[in-house]
């Protein structure tokens, strides 16, 4: 009784959270239709019909983050961090990211505006593997740093620098799609996801702290994108322009 009365109170929550986010919207553009849009009714009906779906589907991840998503992604880090071989995290980090960024509706959307915007030059499948491999990469370094506990800015000032320096050689097409992609990795699925499992882990690794090892991984997923996204385009565009 007590999990169905928890369970109900999670959702009249969520509800409550996906009114609050949408609502703001709804209203701007009802005042803009009413001012300045003047839109067909049946314009309006699929507006409406969008922000109904959107409002069913926010709800339900959100419901699934605080319910599920997050207590597993705890789970999961707290064990394979009591491993003996934590090493293991590495791999295991990457692997995750990798495979979370594949289902990340964010990057596949970048991905769709890239290939339509350039006509098919710049593939949308190219753009989502190299951003899954990213985003792999940067979890693993974070799950390095919860492992040997040295600060994030061992790796953000550096990783930083050193985008500075490629904004000279990469296209410069690449270095825009390279600075979105560094927004649009760190998306709902990963961000939920990635942080529970860097929390677990954190948590029960002798020496470790959960706030200041635990986080501090998801500015590594902004960073290490934008970095693969412009060697990219430093190797696409020598391509291009031989052919």
Not at 2 to 12: D, G, P, Q, R, T
Not at 83 to 103: C, D, S
Not at 165 to 182: E, Q, V, Y
Request: charged letters at 10%; a negative charge; aromatic letters at 12%.
């Amino acid at each position: 009784m007590n999990a169905l009365k928890e369970f109900v109170i999670e959702l009249i929550n969520t509800l409550g959270e996906s009114i609050i986010t949408l609502l703001p919207i709804l209203i701007f553009f009802i005042l803009f239709q009413v001012l300045y849009l003047k839109l067909p009714r049946q314009y309006i009906f699929n507006v409406l019909k969008g922000v109904l779906i959107s409002f069913v589907g926010l709800t339900l991840f959100l419901f699934g983050v605080d319910y599920g998503f997050l207590p597993a992604g705890n789970e999961m880090g707290e064990i394979m961090g009591q491993l003996n071989a934590r090493w293991i995290l590495i791999p295991l980090g990457f692997m995750f990211g990798f495979m979370v960024t594949l289902a990340e509706p964010a990057v596949r959307v970048l991905g769709y505006e890239i290939d339509k915007t350039s006509s098919g030059s710049i593939p949308d499948k190219l753009v989502i593997v190299f951003m899954a491999l990213a985003v792999g990469l940067a979890i693993a370094l974070g799950m390095g740093r919860i492992i040997f506990g040295f600060p994030i800015q061992y790796l953000l000032v550096p990783g930083y620098i050193i985008v500075l320096g490629m904004l000279k050689f990469s296209p410069g097409n690449f270095i825009s799609i390279a600075f979105d992609a560094g927004g649009v990795a760190t998306g709902p699925m990963v961000t939920t996801f990635v942080v529970a499992i860097a929390l677990g882990a954190a948590r029960v690794i002798p020496g470790r702290d959960a706030v200041l090892d635990g986080f501090g991984i998801i500015a590594l997923v902004a960073m290490v994108p934008i970095l693969v996204i412009m060697v990219l385009g430093m190797f696409f565009g020598e391509e291009k322009e031989g052919v």
